[in-house]
């Protein structure tokens, strides 16, 4: 029996994580079924499949790993970006998938059950195990040999102290020479993306289909090398897509999908080493219109971040960067405008403070943000602190957060939200953050290789018992790597001729020094190989200080925190127009008062 059959015969879907609850099955997304049949095929040892988001790579995990359970038992090992992410999975998608599909539900014993070998990251059944991991627990890659490894979303997996984790996780499959990897991920950097090495590494599987027309068996392609688009829409109305056969220049429409899906198959493109590719996007879901890929491409499309994450999650494609691809100071010096500092152009709807905390000094960067990222820098300060423990600098620093700053229209503008870089004298950050409300003052903590501009924050406060405070500080991790080259983006625009608007990112700077734009251009991007062989993109000083690029970048997080990269017209015009008043006091330096919390009497006496 293949995976896909068993999964048509065996399979339930969950109304808990599935849109479409009820029995499997593989007809819906008839793509699906090579991948799932590979993964179970006794001649291949390793399947990667490198895919968009909104195509069914989750529940192939899921039907695979039900099949390994059921009808060839081992040692599993399913590993997640983090432990938090294997708690997650475990909750959410596989005690569902046990509790509604009988032949597992048989074998499995409930997480509650007073079974110790059966837990929320351990599950024993018949002639196996399965252990659900983090990519950041270098311990459980470590541990006992496995036959089988799922590795999900490696593309996120962060490098631990001990190596690639994907790497420890397949050195243990060593001892089975009927072992099964199979690692699934959207990508995302040129370079840097997992996905995309092993991919190049395989015989590179596309999903062909028979053309209505002339019958010739193609692919969807968003754009071919030499820049043609297939998929074509009406400039009025971006909701009517069709696609152009690249054979016969037939007009393909979306009706016609899904007789082309169940007739297609997949071809692979280069000699088979070991390692059975597969890719796939959402051009061939059958949950996703092509209106629904082209309206997001025609809206992000000028934004570099934005048009990013649509290449990574909706075409299944890498990012690619352009090596030393960074302006030169003196460009952006010559363009520098008359607008004097301290004060609000037109244009800026709320201000963002970035703060970079040195051993000597804190630099302060104040940035007006306006519509499709414009933005403009307001004022650049330095308060030189003695010591590493001088209180007098943060009193300079409640001062600031507390200033109106005047606008051209007449009004005053306080800063919305202040980011401080938590990576140096981070207790001390820390005891200063505790003073604002989470919606006033963010702590920041750079880290390269993340795949977004900001993660979700990390709780750092905890009691006596060593748990969390639910409601305690938060540090916000900033993907560095990909907020510089969005940076670098912007700074490459041109400025536009007299009456045109300007291009969305565009940056706008006061008479600053030279200093200043030495240091915002102070990083290049380059090529280089790291210490486990793998090539990757890193960010290199060319110049000695880099702090306005720091703060630069700790200001777009805060926007991102904010929300700017999901405002709409209106949106925006309810920032514009509503009064906004500073949450800290000029007395700052006291610690905010801790709410009282009414706890229910106990009913039992101690």
Request: net charge negative; hydrophobic share 30%; proline share 7%.
């Given at each position: 029996m293949s995976v896909s059959e068993w999964a048509d015969a065996y399979r339930f879907l969950s109304p808990e994580s599935s849109p479409e609850?009820?029995?499997?099955?593989?007809?819906?997304?008839?793509?699906?079924?090579?991948?799932?049949?590979?993964?179970?095929?006794?001649?291949?040892?390793?399947?990667?499949?490198?895919?968009?988001?909104?195509?069914?790579?989750?529940?192939?995990?899921?039907?695979?790993?039900?099949?390994?359970?059921?009808?060839?038992?081992?040692?599993?090992?399913?590993?997640?970006?983090?432990?938090?992410?294997?708690?997650?999975?475990?909750?959410v998608r596989l005690s569902t998938m046990i509790r509604d599909t009988a032949v597992l539900r048989e074998r499995i014993a409930s997480a509650r059950s007073r079974d110790s070998s059966n837990t929320i990251l351990e599950k024993s059944f018949p002639g196996g195990r399965l252990r659900i991991s983090g990519s950041n627990s270098p311990a459980s890659l470590a541990s006992d040999p496995i036959r089988f490894l799922l590795a999900d979303e490696i593309d996120r997996y962060e490098e631990t102290t001990e190596g690639d984790p994907l790497e420890l996780a397949i050195k243990r499959t060593n001892n089975f020479l009927n072992r099964k990897i199979i690692e699934i991920s959207t990508p995302t950097i040129e370079g840097i993306s997992r996905i995309e090495r092993r991919w190049q590494m395989s015989d590179k599987r596309y999903y062909f289909m028979p053309c209505p027309h002339c019958g010739e068996k193609i692919r969807f392609i968003w754009r071919s090398e030499d820049g043609r688009f297939y998929f074509k829409w009406d400039k009025d109305n971006p909701e009517n897509v069709y696609y152009v056969c690249p054979v016969c220049d037939a007009i393909i429409e979306e009706k016609d999908k899904p007789k082309m899906l169940a007739a297609g198959d997949w071809i692979a493109t280069d000699k088979f080493q070991g390692i059975a590719g597969f890719h796939i996007w959402e051009a061939y879901s059958p949950w996703r219109k092509w209106s629904q890929i082209v309206i997001p491409f025609l809206r992000f499309k000028d934004y570099p971040e934005s048009l990013r994450v649509w290449i990574n999650t909706t075409l299944g494609e890498c990012w690619k960067v352009k090596s030393g691809d960074v302006p030169d100071w003196e460009r952006l010096y010559e363009r520098r405008e008359t607008y004097p500092r301290d004060t609000v152009p037109n244009g800026v709807y709320f201000l963002t403070a970035g703060v970079d905390v040195q051993e000597d000094r804190i630099e302060v960067e104040v940035i007006g943000w306006g519509k499709r990222l414009e933005s403009w820098s307001i004022c650049h300060r330095v308060f030189p602190r003695a010591t590493r423990k001088d209180t007098e600098v943060l009193e300079?620093?409640?001062?600031?957060?507390?200033?109106?700053?005047?606008?051209?229209?007449g009004r005053m503008l306080?800063?919305?939200?202040?980011?401080?870089?938590?990576?140096?004298d981070t207790q001390w950050v820390?005891?200063?953050?505790?003073?604002?409300?989470?919606?006033?003052?963010?702590a920041l903590k750079g880290a390269t290789g993340l795949h977004s501009i900001v993660e979700t924050p990390k709780a750092v406060d905890v009691n006596s018992r060593g748990d969390r405070i639910r409601r305690g500080l938060k540090v916000w991790r900033v993907g560095t790597d990909m907020a510089k080259s969005e940076i670098m983006g912007f700074l490459r625009l041109p400025k536009p001729k007299d009456g045109e608007p300007y291009p969305p990112g565009y940056c706008h700077?006061?008479?600053?020094?030279?200093?200043?734009?030495?240091?915002?251009?102070?990083?290049?991007?380059?090529?280089?190989?790291?210490?486990?062989?793998?090539?990757r993109y890193v960010w290199k000083k060319h110049y000695e200080r880099n702090e306005i690029l720091d703060l630069r970048v700790y200001n777009r997080a805060v926007a991102a925190i904010l929300g700017i990269?999901?405002?709409?017209?209106?949106?925006?015009?309810?920032?514009?127009?509503?009064?906004?008043?500073?949450?800290?006091?000029?007395?700052?330096?006291?610690?905010?008062?801790e709410k009282k919390v009414k706890r229910r009497r106990s009913s039992s006496f101690l």
């Open positions: 609850p009820g029995k499997w099955r593989t007809d819906r997304a008839p793509y699906l079924r090579g991948i799932m049949d590979a993964c179970g095929d006794p001649f291949i040892e390793e399947v990667c499949v490198k895919a968009s988001a909104q195509v069914g790579k989750s529940e192939t995990i899921n039907n695979v790993l039900g099949y390994f359970i059921h009808l060839d038992p081992g040692p599993i090992m399913v590993l997640q970006p983090r432990i938090e992410d294997a708690e997650k999975y475990s909750k300079e620093l409640d001062k600031m957060l507390a200033e109106q700053w005047p606008c051209e229209d306080p800063i919305k939200m202040l980011g401080i870089d938590s990576s140096f820390y005891n200063w953050v505790r003073r604002y409300p989470a919606n006033r003052v963010v700077f006061p008479e600053y020094d030279e200093e200043y734009f030495k240091q915002l251009t102070a990083e290049h991007i380059e090529l280089e190989r790291n210490r486990h062989g793998y090539d990269d999901r405002y709409k017209d209106s949106d925006w015009e309810k920032i514009k127009f509503k009064e906004i008043s500073p949450a800290a006091s000029s007395n700052s330096e006291k610690p905010r008062e």
